[in-house]
C-alpha cells in the first residue's frame, strides 16, 4: 500500500485519502464484515443468533439485549458503538458514527433503553452521541443529540418531551 500511496501522491499532487493507510488485511476484512452485519445478521430471524453476528464482527452488545431484524449497525465504526445491558432496538433503526466530512464520533446507548421502529441515530459531534439510561426513543425519531437519564425523545429532529 505504500507503493500505491507513494504513486497517487506523486500523480494528483495531493495527500493520499485515508483508505491508502489501510493494511491489506484491513481491506479484505471490512466487505467480509459489512456482508455478515448488512446482511446476515440484519436479516436473520433469530435474535440471539444476530446478537452472536454482531458480537462476532466486533460490536459491544450487553446482556439480555434485543436488536431487531433490518437494523443497520455502522460496520465501519464498531469499535465505536455501545450498545448497554436490558436494551430493546426495535426494527429497522439506522445507526451512523460517520458521514461525509465528518469525524468517526462514539454512540453510546446506556442501560434499559428503548429504540422505537425506523429511529435513526446519527453521531454529528465530537464526543459521540449517548442515549442515557431507561431512556425511550420513539418511532421514526432523528436522534441527532444526546438524550439525558429517564427521559422520552421524539421528532425530527428529536425533542425531549418527558423527563424524570
Sequence with gaps: MFLLRYLYEKINKKPAPYYFHYSILTIVIKPIRKYFTNIVAANCPFNIIRILIYRLCGFSIGKYTFI???????????????????CTISYGVYFACHGKNQGHNPITIKDNCYIGMCARIISPIEGGITIGTQSIVGACTLVNKSIPDNSTAVGTPCRVIKSE
Design 68 to 86: 431487531g431484524m433490518r437494523c443497520y449497525l455502522d460496520d465501519l465504526c464498531y469499535k465505536q458503538m455501545k450498545i448497554g445491558n436490558n
